[in-house]
């Protein structure tokens, strides 16, 4: 599956559920796939939680 392909599900998906349970289920299930989603990059290796950190502290390296 491409990754448009992908993203077209998962609005898809994010339509459904506000069409059928209101605006704040949408909210609380767009945040949950967005946790699950980091979640599922720092346990794969892809990113370095450290370094989202630090750059959310204002600790930027220029490497």
């Given amino acids: 599956m ?3 392909m992908f993203g077209a599900l998962i609005g898809g998906a994010l339509a459904v ?3 059928a349970f209101g605006f704040w289920v ?4 767009a945040v ?3 946790i699950g989603y980091l979640i599922a990059r ?3 290796g892809d ?3 450290a370094r989202v ?3 959310l502290r204002g ?3 220029s490497s």
Avoid: E, H, N
Wanted: no cysteine; net charge positive.
């Fill in 42 to 44: 720092v346990v794969g």
């Fill in 17 to 19: 559920v506000w069409a």
């Fill in 53 to 55: 950190l630090d750059a």
């Fill in 2 to 4: 491409t990754r448009p």
């Fill in 47 to 49: 990113l370095d939680l």
């Fill in 59 to 61: 600790r930027r390296s």
């Fill in 32 to 34: 949950a796939m967005l």
């Fill in 26 to 29: 949408f909210v609380g299930t």
